[in-house]
C-alpha cells in the first residue's frame, strides 16, 4: 500500500508538459513556509475548516471528545486520542476532512492510466510528489514504478533528498528526471528553518549526478531564509558544479497556505512576510544564466 494525500491533474508546473501529480504523505523535514503541511506526518491529519461549518453536530457524537460543542461553535480538542478514521465522511458540509489514504498500486494506476491521452498528446507523465515520495514502501513503490514504465509514461520526481541514499539509489533507473530541492547550502541556517542536515542533501545531490542524466534543480526562494544575492549565488553555484544539472527552478515563496495550517491546528511561523515578487529574483536568474543554466521562475 502506498500512502497519499492528493492526486492533483492537469499541473504544467511539476516536469514537461501536462503532469498528473502524486502527493505522497511523510516528509523528513519540517521546513517552517511548506505549502503543504498536511503532507509531513506521515498518519492521516485532521483538517478542519471553520468556514464551511454548518454546526450540524455530527462530529460531536463520536464520543471521543475531539469535537465539542461551546457557546454555539464547534470546538477541536487536539490533544484528545483521535481516531481519525471516525471522522473521514462525518461532516456533511465537507468542514471536516481527513488528509491521507493508503491506496493499492492497482488502483492508484487504474486512476493514472485515466490521463493518458493527455500525457500522449504533450509529452506530460507522472510526477511524484509530497511529501518525500521515496520514504514509502520500498517493494509497493517499485511497483508503481515497474508499471508506469509498462505503460510508458514519463515519471519525474520531486525530492527533498534527505532521506539515506540507499532509499532513493534502487529507483534511479525508473525516473526520467529529478525536480530535487536544493533550499540553502548553508549548515545552520538550513538546520534553524528545516530541522534538517544540509550536508546530506549535497551529498545525495553528488551520487545522484553520477547515477542519472537529467535533474532539476529546485529553489523554495523564502523570505528571511534564503532570500538574498549571497544566498542564492552559493545555491546556484553548487548547483552549477554538478555535470547533470541544466536547468534551475525559483519557486517563490507564497502565503497561500495559512489557511491549512489553521486547518492542521498548527502556527504558521511565516504569516508576516509578504509574498515573493518576480523581481526580487531577476538578479540571480541572469547570475544563473550566465552560468549557463536554464532557468524557469515559478
Known amino acids: 500500500m502506498l500512502n497519499i494525500f492528493n492526486i492533483q491533474r492537469f499541473s504544467l508546473h511539476d516536469g514537461e508538459g501536462i503532469r498528473t501529480n502524486i502527493f505522497f504523505k511523510g516528509c523528513p523535514l519540517n521546513c517552517q513556509w511548506c505549502s503543504n503541511p498536511e503532507g509531513i506526518d506521515p498518519e492521516p491529519s485532521l483538517m478542519f475548516d471553520e468556514r464551511l461549518c454548518m454546526k450540524f453536530g455530527d462530529c460531536t457524537m463520536t464520543g471521543d471528545g475531539v469535537f465539542t460543542a461551546v457557546n454555539g461553535t464547534i470546538a477541536v480538542k487536539r490533544d484528545q486520542h483521535m481516531v481519525t478514521s471516525l471522522y473521514r465522511n462525518i461532516c456533511p458540509s465537507r468542514a471536516i476532512t481527513i488528509a491521507g489514504e493508503?491506496?493499492?498500486?492497482?488502483?492508484?494506476?487504474?486512476?493514472?492510466?485515466?490521463?493518458?491521452?493527455?500525457?500522449?498528446?504533450?509529452?506530460?507523465?507522472?510526477t511524484l510528489s509530497g511529501g518525500e515520495p521515496f520514504l514509502q514502501n520500498g517493494n509497493d513503490l517499485e511497483l508503481l514504478l515497474s508499471g508506469l514504465k509498462h505503460r510508458g509514461i514519463n515519471v519525474a520526481a520531486e525530492t527533498s533528498l534527505h532521506i539515506p541514499w540507499e532509499k532513493i539509489k534502487p529507483f534511479t533507473?525508473?525516473?526520467?528526471?529529478?525536480l530535487a530541492d536544493l533550499k540553502h547550502t548553508d549548515r545552520v541556517k538550513f538546520r534553524e528553518y528545516t530541522g534538517g542536515d544540509i550536508r546530506l542533501v549535497t551529498d545525495n545531490f553528488r551520487k545522484l549526478d553520477k547515477s542519472v542524466k537529467k535533474i532539476v534543480v529546485r529553489v523554495p526562494v523564502v523570505p528571511q531564509f534564503n532570500l538574498s544575492l549571497a544566498e542564492l549565488k552559493d545555491i546556484i553555484d553548487f548547483s552549477d558544479s554538478l555535470d547533470n544539472v541544466s536547468e534551475i527552478d525559483f519557486i517563490l515563496y507564497h502565503s497561500l497556505a495559512k489557511e491549512k495550517y489553521k486547518m492542521l491546528g498548527k502556527d504558521y511561523m511565516f504569516s508576516r512576510y509578504e509574498n515573493v515578487n518576480v523581481k526580487e529574483v531577476l538578479p540571480v536568474a541572469r547570475y544563473a544564466e550566465a552560468k549557463g543554466l536554464n532557468v524557469k521562475i515559478i
Do not use: M
Open 173 to 178: 533507473g525508473y525516473i526520467d528526471v529529478f
Open 102 to 126: 493508503e491506496i493499492s498500486v492497482e488502483k492508484l494506476l487504474s486512476e493514472i492510466e485515466k490521463d493518458i491521452p493527455f500525457y500522449r498528446n504533450n509529452e506530460g507523465g507522472i
